[in-house]
């Protein structure tokens, strides 16, 4: 099993910045990406980035504002968030794709972390 805690949300004022982080725990090398997701009141949990080695993947909406990085030896993974829209109010949670042979593919999630942005 992975245990993910998010930190690092709060209230921000438009055209600023935050810094989410997300601690892994647990079954460590089962992971094969971690990633970032939000979920806004009304809508669906949606994808704002991903990283898997040294690739990255990032919603369009969140494209050359949003930084995803990972610190293996801390078991580390961070989302920088700058410019921010009142339209990335959301709570945001951490995210670990994993697969264990003989098990198979296993999808875990953090509690989040809320981030709202006032105009």
């Known amino acids: 099993q992975v245990q993910l805690v998010e930190s690092g949300g709060g209230l921000v004022q438009a055209g600023g910045s935050l810094r989410l982080s997300c601690a892994a725990s647990?079954?460590?090398?089962?992971?094969?990406?971690l990633g970032w997701y939000r979920q806004a009141p009304g809508k669906q949990r949606e994808l704002v980035a991903t990283?898997?080695?040294?690739?990255?993947n990032y919603a369009d909406s969140v494209k050359g504002r949003f930084t995803i990085s990972r610190d293996n030896s801390k078991n580390m993974v961070y989302l920088q968030m700058n410019s921010l829209k009142p339209e990335d109010t959301a709570d945001y949670y951490c995210?670990?794709?994993?697969?264990?042979?003989?098990?198979?593919?296993?999808?875990?999630w953090g509690q989040g972390t809320q981030v709202t942005v006032s105009s």
């Open positions: 990283i898997s080695g040294g690739s990255t």
């Open positions: 647990g079954s460590i090398l089962s992971i094969n990406a």
């Open positions: 995210n670990a794709d994993t697969y264990v042979s003989g098990r198979g593919r296993y999808v875990y």
